[in-house]
Antibody, heavy 120, light 110 residues
Framework: EVQLVESGGVVVQPGGSLRLSCAAS????????MHWVRQGPGGGLEWVSL????????YYADSVKGRFTISRDNSKNSLYLQMNSLRVEDTALYYC?????????????WGQGTLVTVSS | QSVLTQPPSASGTPGQRVTISCSGS????????VHWYQHLPGTAPKLLIY???QRPSGVPARFSGSKSGTSASLAISGLRSEDETDYYC???????????FGPGTKVTVL
């Protein structure tokens, strides 16, 4: 069974930094692209970032480009999101998501999420 | 403001058919597959339809998807009380080089 367990969400001040982690199990991690998606207080889903299976390509939403960095360690079956220059509007539940077919951009399954709150 | 457009709400009585539309452009729906996600608040979102009209195993046949040009739709037949939740369409956008979600549609079972 695929398991994705996010961690690292805390309360942080605007301008601060944070690193989220996602521990993956139940599948061959380095065969699949991985994504981060967030849900803010308004309720809608917002795609944040994508990394290909080998880490060779990364993509970002315009709202986080230049501030967030996605990475992975295939030897540890782990996905990361380094978040810098955090803003109040980055407050959200952050989900780690597996690509269903390697690089199909079909998001399945999703982790349970880790909560990031940016507040002074 | 999302590049994909969905109605904010849809409703029906038990047993009815409800359809949710998703409108995009040539850079997203017009050139890439559409996926649909079901999200019950407080739980992890769930893939409902992928590659426009494919149902993952375990998803009831009551859910179906279609795509034509730059629009897509999700249909729920035989509406049930447990279908009352939020639904999102999504697609890769070639112009943005990113994945985009619609704003979501809340389905209410009357």
């Amino acid at each position: 069974e695929v398991q994705l367990v996010e961690s690292g969400g805390v309360v942080v001040q605007p301008g601060g930094s944070l690193r989220l982690s996602c521990a993956a199990s139940g599948f061959t991690f380095d065969d699949y692209a991985m994504h981060w998606v967030r849900q803010g207080p308004g309720g809608g889903l917002e795609w944040v970032s994508l990394i290909t299976w080998d880490g060779g390509s990364t993509y970002y939403a315009d709202s986080v480009k230049g501030r967030f960095t996605i990475s992975r360690d295939n030897s540890k079956n782990s996905l990361y999101l380094q978040m810098n220059s955090l803003r109040v509007e980055d407050t959200a539940l952050y989900y780690c998501v597996k690509d269903k077919y390697g690089s199909s951009w079909t998001l399945d399954p999703w982790g349970q999420g880790t909560l990031v709150t940016v507040s002074s | 403001q999302s590049v994909l457009t969905q109605p904010p709400s849809a409703s029906g009585t038990p047993g009815q058919r409800v359809t949710i539309s998703c409108s995009g452009s040539s850079s997203n729906i017009g050139s890439n597959s559409v996926h649909w996600y079901q999200h019950l608040p407080g739980t992890a979102p769930k893939l409902l339809i992928y590659r426009n009209d494919q149902r993952p195993s375990g998803v009831p046949a009551r859910f179906s998807g279609s795509k034509s040009g730059t629009s897509a739709s999700l249909a729920i037949s035989g509406l049930r009380s447990e279908d009352e939740t939020d639904y999102y369409c999504a697609a890769w956008d070639d112009s943005l080089s990113g994945y985009v979600f619609g704003p979501g549609t809340k389905v209410t079972v009357l």
